[in-house]
């Protein structure tokens, strides 16, 4: 993924409605080429790798270390926190929310929680996967190559390749390649 590392101070620029769109995003959030976020001051991005040809749509969130693909649409109103590797040519629809923590918690001992509190259980989405809007995808799973993640879904076990699933907890209930959705 060829990306380019803004300098501290930098502002990215991207085609938007009307021509070019400065985008208040964080210095260390690497930028593939053509990059379209259709609401640049309504996202907060900041220390993730974003791939070439990606849409972003408004109230995303997305935060330091995940990495997001090659010609994926990130729908609004998505959440892809750290620890979340996303690869080429994905679909994430609205409300899509991911977790990287099993077990969250506000105190540890009395206290607020620290980084040191806690690890960060990564997920990973293989490429030509789709997600429906709506769906939870729990830290730690693995969502196959050109699999479907019906809408409203809760994702808590790794979801085999070309696979739909749907419901809660979500559960393989078709193959894409037998309804030509598949690549």
Not at 8 to 24: C, D
Not at 91 to 104: A, R
Not at 168 to 180: C, E, L, N, S
Request: aromatic share 4%.
């Amino acid at each position: 993924m060829a990306g380019l590392l803004r300098p501290p101070g930098a502002v990215a620029r991207s085609r938007g409605i009307g021509g070019l769109t400065l985008m208040p995003i964080a210095a260390d959030v690497v930028l593939g080429a053509n990059v379209t976020i259709h609401h640049p001051s309504l996202v907060n991005l900041y220390g993730c790798r974003i791939g070439n040809d990606v849409k972003i749509g408004a109230f995303v969130e997305i935060q330091k270390g995940a990495v997001v693909g090659d010609r994926c649409k990130i729908s609004s109103h998505s959440f892809v926190c750290e620890g979340v590797t996303i690869e080429d040519d994905v679909f994430v629809g609205h409300g899509v929310m991911f977790t990287n923590d099993p077990y969250p918690r506000a105190t540890t001992g009395g206290r607020l929680q620290g980084d040191a509190d806690w690890a960060v259980v990564p997920t990973t989405v293989r490429r030509g996967a789709s997600i429906g809007s709506g769906a939870v995808i729990r830290c730690g799973v693995t969502l196959g190559e050109h699999s479907m993640i019906g809408a409203g879904a809760v994702v808590t076990h790794d979801v085999p390749p070309h696979a739909i699933v749907a419901g809660v907890p979500a559960r393989t209930i078709g193959d894409a390649r037998a309804k030509g959705t598949s690549a």
